[in-house]
Structures are given as structure tokens and as C-alpha cells.
């Protein structure tokens, strides 16, 4: 075995000496997900367990097994893990209780292989049971970074399975929907589907209700309003992919398109829009009589309510009211609308909590004349802690969007992310710790290491730096253990997921810096000058918390523990005096006691944004510390104003709620 000497996981897990168990396979599928396959013989409602590092796996995951050619199985385990992370584990499957594989990062050659190695050997069965599983439960189990994976993977193992893909011939706007006529390979299908999975733009969505016709070689595809023509259909009796309609596809008038269709299109039609108004579009040639169009921008759920962002196109100004529904409860809109009838919504509605597997908002409108209509039921996601789609365009248009989302990021709480520990360098009884992040630049992780060599023999200094899954992750593991062996200087690095947010990561890494001092830095930041390292540990014997200021690249200030910094700009000689009480202290560059994290830490749920959660975790205990100011090299990030406005709205609503 080939064990590298740099690297100690942070649970060891049990080896996998068992002569009985096999080799399984780790494929990647997107940054956020992951595959582990191995084969065996057949074995009956097998129950499919896995172990990582002698834990079981974390949710969301999903077993699967699919039948071979030769007569076996394949054993397939969908993980909501980068392959980096599971490469970095030692994971155990068991079939019953019995382990039957595993992987073992110490292994000589790497277990990883490409994608066309899941479905390799499968027989017909097993191809279609695999894309349906992807396509249905793992929609519904995966979110963010991982369903983006899963649909990239859906994409190309359409390729690897050779789906037949229908072509467009014409399309048509019919009551605010989208009908297109596909040329179908071999035409199979059904009347009237009560449930399908559309895969578009890297997201799948749950189409309720979707309806397809087949009419000789023709299939006629409604679409729901709001959606465009998607790339993958999945339904009960065919998986299709639908060639997404271009220049040359022929877009027709209503009666054009319903002229020469037989009398099972027209009762299709009629079934989908009632007899009255297919016999109305059929009267009229100048096409949709119901203009009236959404645009859904975002949706999703947290403890503070239901968060949404949405577009009405209404040139005939014939809505009254836009209707959500969720869990029995109801909240109306009124819409406000511009000169061509476009509203823009954005809000957070008291309608029910954190979602639930199959969890849909029913959204409506109710116009001046007749009765409500239906224009789409969509999927409620839980809400990441982000910046949602839709939000900034509305702060844009004079909408107080950013108060809307700080109280929906105030209420943010979701487990923490799992993560993996690695440790390089000597081990050392540290007398300080650097809290930092990795960015772009390997130079930086050189460069704070010989900062730290350059002020001698203080104390030991060890060094915990934080980063997300993805393509730079590997690379940034070689340049940590390389400056670790070089300079002597112990380095720890929390591997994280790619979806976890900025609060997330410090909290991580705050959780492997307790019971000794910590100097907070930016990914970009260093110490400014010589004997920093002195002054902070006898400063951190007297304070838990301490708020040093920020130098830009030139030598000027670039910000200090205040609101609207008035000394931004300035020579460093303009420093505010130390000793104030700070009311925002800067993330990226923070002097922390041993009572200073355990108060950060006693807050389980961190803000995802790092500068509120630690503004509202100290709540007034930080002092500043302008003495030895902090450098940060590069040019300096430019936020953007609703950023800005963001952050605002948010550190007042911590004023608010301080005694």
C-alpha cells in the first residue's frame, strides 16, 4: 500500500483487508455528486448500507440495483458528495450487514473511472431503470449543485444509451402554453399524462399536469405555462429526448396549426383547454386570446416563510390578483405593473416552513372577468441562504427587495455541512491559529507560510484553511502539502461542499481552531507588518475579541470595523484610535480568544453572510485593534449596490433586535 505520510483523515474507518469484498468504483457526476458502483451476483431486495469513515454515509443518497447482461447486478450508490471528498474517505458497502466493497484512499491506482463505466455491461433494463431512478427520485433528493451534476450526467448518458431524440416541426402559443409537434422515431406515447420530469436548463422539474398526444408520426407535446420546450421527457411508457426548437422550426398561428389536425387532436385539445375555447381559437386567426403570461424567477422555502421572485406579463391589464397556495394556505398579490403590463413580485409569504418531499406552490390568477386560472404548480426548494434569481432586477426597479431577503436570510438554518479533515506538517502544540480560506492563487498559501517563518520562534503557529469542492481542490491539497513540508509549519485543511456558503466554511474551520488564539484572515489578506504575531497573542490574553483594520495593496485604509467607513482611502496614519466598541467587524480580518470562538460557535446556525453572523454572535463584545492593521494583496472586490443594500438592511435588522 502506498500511504501518504501527509495526510490523517480526521475518523479513521476500518480497513478493508476483508478477502471477500471488492473494489468498488467511484465516479463523478457534477461537483456536489457522485456514484460508487461495484457488481455482484444477484441478490434479492438486498439492502444496500454504506460507511464513510466508519459513519453512515450523509443524506441525500440513493441505492439502486440494476441488472446485468451476464445475469448479475450492479450495485449503484448516488452520493450528494464531490469525488474528491469521497476519495479522501474510506467507505464500506454492505449487502445485508455483510460488507461486499469499499474504497480505500491509501489505494496505489486510483478507483475513480468515467461516467461511460456506469453503464457499461447493463443490460436494457437495467439503462432504462437507472435514467428513470435519476430522472424521478433522484430529482426529487438532490438539490443545487448536485441535481446540476445529475442533470449533466442524465444529458450525456442519453448519449452513452442511445435515447432516441424527437425533432421539432412546428410549435405554437395556444392560452399563454407552448404546444410543439415533434417528429417521433418508431411514434409511441400516450393520450394524456398525469405526471412527467422535464429537464431543462440543468434543473429537473416535476410536470403537473403535462399532456402529450400522439397523432401517426406526430407528438404533440402542451407545455405548462411558464415553461419552455425541455430537453428530456421522461413518463410512464417512453423516455424521450426533444431536440429544443430553433430558427428553422415553424412557428404557426393557432388556426394554422389546428387546421388539417385530425378529430383525436381536437378532442386532446378540447380535453386540455375546454370545447369552448378551442371552438374560439378556431373562430379567430389572430392567434391567443389569453396573453397573459409567468415567468417564474425563483421559489423556496425556509423557517421564515416562502421566499419568490416572479414576472407577470399582462398587456391586457386583465389580472386582479396573484394567487399562492401551499399546505391549504393562501396569500394574494396584488400586482403592479408598468406601462406594457409587466409586474415583478418579489416577497417572502407566511405560507408554511421548511419544504417536504413533493412539496408545490399552486399559483394562480384571478382576473376581472371568469374564474381563476392555473398557471403553474411548481416544486418548492429549500432556500440555500443566497441571492435568488429575480431579486436584484426588482431592487433595480425601486422594489425593497433587499429588506425582503435579509429577513429570510435572518430565519436561515440548515444542518452543517459534512466535512473532511486533513492534517500536513509536523505536529505541534500550537500557541495560535490562522483561520483563512483558500482563493485563487497558490502564492498566497506560500506567502502566509513565510510570514509566519519570519517572526521567529514566538510561538508555535499552525495554520486551518477552508475549501469547497470543485476542479481546483486537488490542486490546492498538492500546494498545502508541499508548503507544509517546505516551511515546517503545520497546516490543516477542511474540505467542504461545494453548496456550503461562506458562514458555513468559517464555522467549520472555527470548530478545528478551539482552545487557543486565532487571527481570522481573507483568503487575500496578510499581516502588514513585522512583530504581528507578539502583539497579538499578549493582546488575546486580556480579549476575547479584537477588530483590526484593513490596508488596501497601496497602503491605504480599505476599511475599518465601522458602517459607512468614513477613513476608506486615507493614508494609514489616519487610523481610527483602538478600543472603540466595533459594531461590524471585518470577517477577513478578526483576532479571536479561546471565549471569542466559543461565543461564535454557540450560535449553531451561522448567517451566510460571515460579517452579520459574527456582528450578531459578539453583539458589541469585539473592541477595535487598529495597531497592527492587516494587508490585503490584489485589487479589492467591488460589491455590487444591491449587495450593498443587502448588507444594510441586514445589520439593521440586528439593531433592531439588540437590546
Known amino acids: 500500500m502506498n500511504v501518504p505520510l501527509d495526510r490523517k483523515l480526521c475518523r479513521p474507518a476500518p480497513g478493508l483487508a476483508a478477502p471477500s469484498m471488492t473494489d468498488a468504483t467511484v465516479i463523478a457526476m457534477g461537483h456536489s455528486l457522485s456514484a460508487i458502483v461495484f457488481d455482484g451476483p444477484a441478490h434479492p431486495r438486498a439492502r444496500l448500507a454504506a460507511q464513510q469513515d466508519g459513519h453512515p454515509v450523509p443524506r441525500p443518497f440513493l441505492a439502486l440495483q440494476l441488472p446485468l447482461r451476464s445475469g448479475g447486478v450492479r450495485h449503484v450508490l448516488l452520493l450528494g458528495q464531490g469525488v474528491d471528498t469521497v476519495l479522501a474517505c474510506r467507505i464500506v458497502l454492505s449487502l445485508d450487514g455483510a460488507p461486499a466493497a469499499g474504497i480505500d484512499p491509501d489505494w496505489l491506482q486510483s478507483p475513480q473511472a468515467d461516467l461511460a463505466a456506469l453503464t457499461a455491461q447493463l443490460s436494457d433494463v437495467g439503462r432504462d431503470r437507472l435514467l428513470r431512478a435519476m430522472l424521478t427520485t433522484g430529482a426529487s433528493l438532490f438539490t443545487g449543485g ?17 435515447i432516441p431524440t424527437a425533432a421539432p416541426v412546428a410549435r405554437t402559443q395556444i392560452a399563454g402554453q407552448a404546444i410543439v409537434s415533434y417528429a417521433v422515431p418508431g411514434g409511441s406515447g400516450s393520450r394524456d399524462l398525469k405526471d412527467a420530469v422535464a429537464l431543462e436548463n440543468g434543473h429537473l422539474l416535476r410536470l403537473r399536469p403535462v399532456r402529450c398526444l400522439v397523432e401517426g408520426k406526430l407528438l404533440h407535446v402542451l407545455f405548462p405555462p411558464g415553461l419552455s420546450p425541455a430537453r428530456i421527457l421522461a413518463c410512464p411508457n417512453t423516455i424521450l429526448r426533444l431536440a429544443a426548437p430553433d430558427a428553422g422550426t415553424r412557428r404557426l398561428p393557432v388556426a394554422d396549426w389546428l387546421h388539417g389536425r385530425g378529430a383525436a387532436c381536437g378532442d386532446w385539445l378540447s380535453g386540455c383547454l375546454g370545447r369552448n375555447g378551442v371552438a374560439s381559437l ?80 399552486r399559483i394562480s390568477v384571478l382576473c376581472h372577468s371568469g374564474p381563476a386560472r392555473l ?53 505541534l502544540a500550537c500557541g495560535l491559529r490562522i483561520v483563512t480560506a483558500i482563493g485563487d492563487s497558490a502564492d498566497m498559501i506560500r506567502a502566509r507560510a513565510a510570514t509566519i517563518l519570519a517572526e521567529g520562534h514566538a510561538a508555535p503557529v499552525e495554520i486551518v484553511c477552508t475549501m469547497t469542492e470543485g476542479p481546483l481542490a486537488v490542486a490546492a491539497r498538492q500546494a498545502v502539502a508541499q508548503t507544509a513540508a517546505i516551511y515546517g509549519i503545520p497546516h490543516r485543511l477542511v474540505l467542504l461542499p461545494s453548496l456550503a456558503n461562506a458562514g458555513e466554511r468559517l464555522h467549520a474551520a472555527l470548530i478545528q481552531a478551539q482552545g487557543v488564539p486565532a487571527l481570522v484572515m481573507g483568503a487575500d489578506v ?42 476608506r482611502g486615507l493614508p494609514a496614519a489616519a487610523l481610527p484610535p483602538s478600543g472603540r466598541v466595533a459594531g461590524r467587524p471585518l470577517p477577513g480580518c478578526l483576532a479571536l480568544g479561546p471565549a471569542g470562538i466559543a461565543q461564535l460557535l454557540g450560535r449553531d446556525a451561522p448567517h451566510p453572510d460571515p460579517a452579520v453572523w459574527i456582528a450578531q454572535a459578539l453583539a458589541g463584545s469585539a473592541r477595535t485593534e487598529t495597531r497592527f492593521p492587516f494587508r490585503r494583496i490584489g485589487p479589492a472586490p467591488v460589491p455590487g449596490g444591491f449587495a450593498a443594500a443587502l448588507a444594510d438592511a441586514e445589520f439593521a435588522l440586528i439593531a433592531k433586535v439588540r437590546p
Open 282 to 361: 378556431c373562430r379567430s386567426p389572430a392567434g391567443d386570446p389569453v396573453q397573459t403570461q409567468l415567468s417564474l424567477r425563483h421559489l423556496s422555502a425556509g423557517p421564515a416563510g416562502l421566499l419568490y421572485a416572479l414576472v407577470l406579463s399582462d398587456p391586457l391589464h386583465a389580472v386582479r390578483r396573484v394567487v399562492l397556495e401551499r399546505r391549504g394556505r393562501r396569500v394574494d398579490l396584488t400586482p403592479g405593473r408598468g406601462a406594457d403590463g409587466t409586474a415583478v413580485a418579489v416577497g417572502l409569504a407566511d405560507l408554511g416552513g421548511l419544504p417536504r418531499h413533493g412539496d408545490t406552490c
Open 375 to 427: 398557471l403553474a404548480e411548481a416544486s418548492v426548494a429549500a432556500y440555500d441562504g443566497g441571492l435568488p434569481a429575480g431579486f436584484e432586477d426588482a431592487w433595480t426597479l425601486g422594489i425593497d427587495a433587499a429588506e425582503t431577503l435579509a429577513r429570510a436570510r435572518a430565519g436561515f438554518h440548515r444542518p452543517a455541512p459534512s466535512a473532511v479533515i486533513q492534517h500536513f506538517g509536523p505536529t
Open 146 to 162: 448536485a441535481q446540476a451534476g445529475l442533470a449533466e450526467a442524465i444529458l450525456r448518458l442519453a448519449d452513452l444509451c442511445d
Open 526 to 567: 496578510l499581516p502588514d507588518r513585522q512583530g504581528w504575531l507578539r502583539f497579538w497573542l499578549r493582546r488575546l490574553r486580556r480579549h476575547k475579541a479584537l477588530a483590526a483594520a484593513l490596508l488596501a495593496g497601496d497602503g491605504s485604509i480599505a476599511a475599518t470595523p465601522e458602517g459607512r467607513d468614513p477613513c
